[in-house]
């Protein structure tokens, strides 16, 4: 996953980076919405990874990342094999997007764990579910391209000192299907290059299935709910308190619209979106006509009826 803005994610396999204020100041909504209170769980469970990582973990040191490995999932020699299969990751990941860390910037840091729940990104650290990621490594995969592509942690969308209410005027018109089908995209295309199986969390197939799957979930009332969601802005409610139902159609749907965004406007373009969108403030509408030179609704309804053939 990517980064959560107040009630919202933006990254699978699951992936994002959380941004949560005040317990006082979350703890109303929490009660009314069980995709804050999913939410707080994964930032309450984050920090306390942090907080003791220097007496529950064991540390490694690669070129470019740091690895924080819960004590007794895995062997020694396990250990450091995960770490060196983390630095071919971040490696490959970076010379596909040609992005690389920020310059000047302390490596990134990796915790796997059970303690800190889905998968997700902050701009600088990664939170891995070990239960998910030891067996499908490829996961690493979709939480690193969130990694590089979070440029710059001070922009209004990346920041976590805004108000409640300012994250939700900044994330009202921000495109949410955008980090976690471009993720999803990346690491079903990067996986088979690294010998490795696609994590199949929601894509059950692999990079050749990703369509014949989105339309199936179109048939589904499951689909069909998240579907005004992909192409558009928002975030369909139950995104993090339902992930069977919510979630798996959302990211499916999402990555099959980023494979035809791709195939059509170029995978450099697409990058400088996600990138450029969560930097900024314009709505999701808007920054795909300036980037695209086409209209989000047009790229839309000509993806609908790619399906439809």
């Known amino acids: 996953m990517n980064r959560l803005r107040g009630l919202i994610v933006v990254a699978a396999a699951g992936c994002v980076g959380l941004s949560i204020h005040s317990r006082e100041s979350s703890a109303s909504v929490a009660a009314q919405n069980p995709d804050q209170d999913a939410v707080r769980s994964i930032v309450d469970g984050?920090?306390?990874?942090?907080?003791?990582?220097?007496?529950?973990?064991?540390?490694?040191?690669?070129?470019?990342?740091?690895?924080?490995?819960?004590?007794?999932?895995l062997t020694s020699d396990a250990e450091q094999a995960f770490a060196h299969t983390s630095e071919r990751i971040f490696l490959a990941t970076s010379k596909y997007l040609q992005r690389s860390s920020k310059q000047g910037a302390a490596k990134p840091a990796l915790y796997l764990t059970?303690?800190?729940?889905?998968?997700?990104?902050?701009?600088?650290?990664?939170?891995?579910?070990a239960r998910r990621v030891i067996p499908s490594p490829a996961i690493v995969i979709h939480e690193t391209v969130h990694l590089?592509?979070?440029?710059?942690?001070?922009?209004?969308?990346?920041?976590?000192?805004?108000?409640?209410?300012?994250?939700?005027?900044?994330?009202?018109?921000?495109?949410?299907?955008?980090?976690?089908?471009?993720?999803?995209?990346?690491?079903?295309?990067?996986?088979?290059?690294?010998?490795?199986?696609?994590?199949?969390?929601?894509?059950?197939?692999?990079?050749?299935?990703?369509?014949?799957?989105?339309?199936?979930?179109?048939?589904?009332?499951?689909?069909?709910?998240?579907?005004p969601f992909v192409g558009a802005h928002g975030v369909p409610d139950g995104q993090f308190a339902d992930r069977a139902n919510v979630a798996a159609p959302f990211y499916v749907l999402s990555q099959s619209f980023i494979k035809y965004l791709v195939q059509h406007a170029g995978l450099a373009a697409i990058s400088r979106l996600y990138e450029e969108h969560f930097d900024g403030t314009r709505s999701?509408?808007?920054?795909?006509?300036?980037?695209?030179?086409?209209?989000?609704?047009?790229?839309?309804?000509?993806?609908?009826?790619?399906l439809s053939r």
């Open 114 to 129: 059970n303690r800190a729940g889905i998968s997700h990104a902050e701009a600088t650290r990664l939170f891995l579910n």
């Open 46 to 73: 984050s920090r306390e990874v942090v907080r003791t990582s220097s007496t529950q973990t064991n540390r490694y040191e690669t070129d470019h990342l740091i690895l924080y490995i819960d004590k007794d999932l």
């Open 148 to 227: 590089l592509l979070i440029r710059n942690p001070d922009s209004p969308r990346n920041r976590s000192d805004t108000t409640p209410e300012e994250d939700m005027r900044l994330m009202a018109h921000a495109g949410m299907w955008l980090p976690e089908g471009f993720a999803g995209y990346v690491s079903y295309e990067l996986a088979p290059t690294l010998g490795m199986a696609p994590d199949q969390l929601f894509v059950k197939g692999d990079r050749t299935t990703v369509d014949e799957e989105a339309r199936q979930w179109m048939r589904d009332p499951r689909g069909a709910k998240v579907l």
């Open 284 to 306: 999701i509408e808007d920054d795909v006509t300036r980037v695209t030179r086409k209209d989000l609704s047009r790229w839309r309804t000509e993806w609908l009826a790619s």
